[in-house]
């Protein structure tokens, strides 16, 4: 535990002295008195070393983990097992401490780890170049819609509000500063109504943005909505789960023109909600309007294999104004989790992982629905999260169920007042059987 030393009396006399102030409150004349506390702090006595670390392992342990309770809970941060080797490799100080690899001299474990992860999107998604990665899932949709802007030369963005709502709101901050439109178009049976989302296209349309599997889990028709894009001259965004894409088709090979999505569900724990890391790739025409950064292999002067930052387009290194982003740090951690845990995978480890996501998610949907006390609330094709209609109200099940030592789902009726009482529920290849037959059982039980 770090230990934290706060300045003496005298040590403040002295720094006081050196800039010419005679009290604290001169530090701080900026400051309007308003917004000021104007008290002290209300802090308890202070504490030794041995009894601060007994009360905050106190604290810690009020929390509970994945490893003792069940979890049923996703929408956008997934419960998935990961490798040991996976903190292992992450823990290493050299990449642990290792911060930007500007001189490529001293940073090619870095650059290399980078150009590995960059290589296994490209693979997953079925496009032509990514990045070192962004911030997470959210910014990544939000980069991505600037990034159409850019190429496109319109203004107007259309997404479909069975994209996470969290990333929507991204978005639509994005926008508010960037000058930019963004218009909602809504869902029919759980996926994106294409004929309203056609209707919505117009002159000023530079991209739609949709997400796959949507945010209720369900399947979208991929295909029809990038002819629609094709048909209209603009591009087609598409979010996805890296998971899904063990049995999915890559949305590359399905006309998508940029694929982001969060890339936490690959070798990064929950960790209470970051960080994370959002992964982008894109068709190679459009490599220089990407955001971030991009390595890339070469060869130094004698021949051998080297790895340097090929693509900076970021304001750190370039004009403001001709800058792509304001994102200035890559993931470089996360992005190295989730490059030990595909390694560890390979293919046919991704494809049963996957699989086991899509059986025992369509397991617990049929024993639910197998159930009066659960509807089904969609007709579409799922992967791994389903939605279900309760008869009784969420936040009472779920809160029940905690005490029962299971994590319910996500009450979508909180972003989505059509949608009271419909459970979102994910199922990875964590969830025994055991565990999901007692869900049932618990839930049944409570209603």
Avoid at 210 to 227: C, H, L, S, T, Y
Avoid at 289 to 301: A, L, W
Wanted: charged content about 20%; glycine content about 6%; aromatic content about 8%.
């Amino acid at each position: 535990m770090s230990e934290y030393m706060s300045g003496t009396d005298s040590e403040r006399k002295t720094m006081l002295a050196k800039m010419d102030y005679q009290a604290m409150d001169q530090l701080f004349h900026d400051v309007p008195t308003k917004v000021r506390l104007n008290r002290d702090l209300e802090l308890p006595m202070p504490l030794s070393e041995m009894e601060l670390a007994r009360h905050m392992k106190a604290l810690a342990n009020r929390n509970v983990t994945t490893g003792e309770y069940s979890c049923f809970l996703g929408a956008g941060a997934y419960d998935h097992y990961i490798p040991s080797a996976v903190d292992h490799v992450i823990s290493r100080s050299e990449f642990y401490t290792a911060y930007t690899p500007y001189q490529p001299e001293v940073s090619q474990g870095t650059l290399q780890a980078i150009f590995e992860y960059q290589t296994m999107v490209c693979e997953l998604t079925g496009m032509d170049v990514a990045n070192a990665s962004v911030y997470d899932g959210a910014t990544a949709i939000a980069e991505a819609a600037n990034m159409a802007c850019r190429i496109i030369r319109k203004r107007e963005i259309i997404i479909s509000r069975t994209v996470n709502p969290q990333y929507r709101k991204t978005l639509h901050t994005y926008a508010r500063f960037n000058g930019q439109r963004v218009v909602e178009t809504d869902y029919q049976g759980g996926a994106t109504d294409i004929a309203a989302l056609e209707s919505k296209i117009n002159s000023e349309t530079a991209a739609i943005v949709i997400q796959n599997p949507n945010f209720f889990g369900a399947i979208e028709n991929v295909k029809e909505i990038a002819a629609l894009a094709a048909k209209n001259n603009i591009l087609l965004i598409t979010s996805v789960d890296p998971i899904s894409l063990g049995v999915l088709k890559p949305p590359g090979e399905m006309g998508a023109d940029i694929v982001v999505g969060e890339g936490q569900s690959m070798g990064n724990s929950l960790s209470f909600g970051g960080p994370y890391l959002g992964f982008f790739a894109a068709k190679g025409k459009y490599l220089r309007q990407m955001p971030g950064r991009i390595v890339g292999q070469t060869v130094d002067g004698k021949g051998n294999t080297g790895f340097v930052l090929t693509m900076q387009t970021r304001e750190q290194h370039i004009r403001r104004e001709k800058a792509t982003s304001n994102i200035c740090s890559n993931q470089a951690l996360n992005a190295l989790a989730a490059t030990v845990y595909l390694t560890l995978m390979g293919k046919q480890g991704l494809r049963e992982v996957a699989s086991l996501c899509l059986q025992k998610s369509h397991y617990a949907y049929k024993r639910l629905t197998d159930n009066e006390a659960f509807t089904s609330c969609f007709p579409q094709p799922f992967f791994k999260e389903f939605t279900v209609k309760s008869r009784y109200p969420l936040n009472e099940l779920n809160h029940k169920l905690l005490a029962d030592e299971i994590i319910g789902g996500y009450d979508l009726g909180r972003d989505y007042p059509e949608l009271e009482n419909c459970w979102l529920l994910a199922v990875t290849e964590k969830r025994s059987r055991e565990e999901i037959d007692r869900l049932v059982k618990k839930a049944v039980e409570k209603i």
